[in-house]
């Protein structure tokens, strides 16, 4: 399976900053279609996890643009700028390129 | 609207079974494989398992560590999918999310606790 590795695991941030967060895998996440399969989610206490970005930089509906996803072959980041109080709580990236499935094992973005 | 809808959830003794329950709308459910993710209390997401559609033959697939253990099953006339779970243990003890193949619409989830 493809192991995600994602750092840091929390990241302590002050409202109106910057936080990036990194997710590596164990290979590459190109398909054969020449897409790459890896998505960014948040997900909020006591809620499900909710799709920022798929397929590496494009943003899911209803997704601010202060949420940026960049990367390549097996090193991904997200960015998100000018944080804002509802933009806390645990990020995971997940690849779906290969089977199965796999998740990162999570960011904690909390308040500095 | 997509709409996702875990039910079934509970508490179980340990050995015990459950069945779960996703109902959808809001997408063509035919043309989408379905996937059951979990979360143990305060830890990270898993992919449990996942059928596929019709076109792949309804095939199934699970984590190893549930195999065995576990049926995923759908009904596509009513857009729903399942998941059976037998001999469950403690460390079942999770949030059971149903997730569409493109995993960007995601239920609400159902708790499930595994405790004698």
């Known amino acids: 399976d493809v192991v995600m590795t994602q750092t840091p695991v929390s990241l302590p941030v002050s409202l109106g900053g910057q936080a990036s967060i990194s997710c590596r895998s164990s290979?590459?996440?190109?398909?054969?279609?020449?897409?790459?399969?890896l998505h960014w989610y948040l997900q909020k206490p006591g809620q499900s996890p909710q799709l920022l970005i798929y397929r590496v930089s494009n943003r899911f509906s209803g997704v601010p643009d202060r949420f940026s996803g960049s990367g390549s072959g097996t090193d991904f980041t997200l960015k998100i700028s000018r944080v804002e109080p509802e933009d806390l709580g645990d990020y995971y990236c997940?690849?779906?390129?290969?089977?199965?499935?796999?998740f990162g094992g999570g960011t904690k973005l909390e308040l500095k | 609207e997509v709409q996702i809808l875990e039910t079934g959830g509970g508490l179980v003794k340990p050995g015990g079974s459950l069945r779960l329950s996703c109902a959808t709308s809001?997408?063509?459910?035919?043309?989408?494989?379905m996937n059951w993710v979990r979360q143990a209390p305060g830890k990270g997401l898993e992919w449990i398992a996942q059928?596929?559609?019709?076109?792949?033959?309804?095939?199934?697939y699970s984590v190893e560590s549930l195999e065995g253990r576990v049926t995923i099953s759908r009904d596509d006339s009513k857009s729903s999918v399942y998941l059976q779970v037998n001999s469950l243990r403690p460390e079942d003890t999770a949030i059971y999310y149903c997730t569409r193949s493109s995993f960007d619409y995601w239920g609400q989830g159902v708790m499930v606790t595994v405790s004698s």
């Open positions: 809001g997408f063509n459910f035919n043309d989408y494989f």
């Open positions: 997940l690849q779906s390129t290969h089977f199965p499935p796999t």
């Open positions: 290979q590459s996440l190109v398909h054969s279609n020449r897409n790459t399969y």
């Open positions: 059928i596929r559609n019709k076109n792949s033959n309804y095939a199934t």
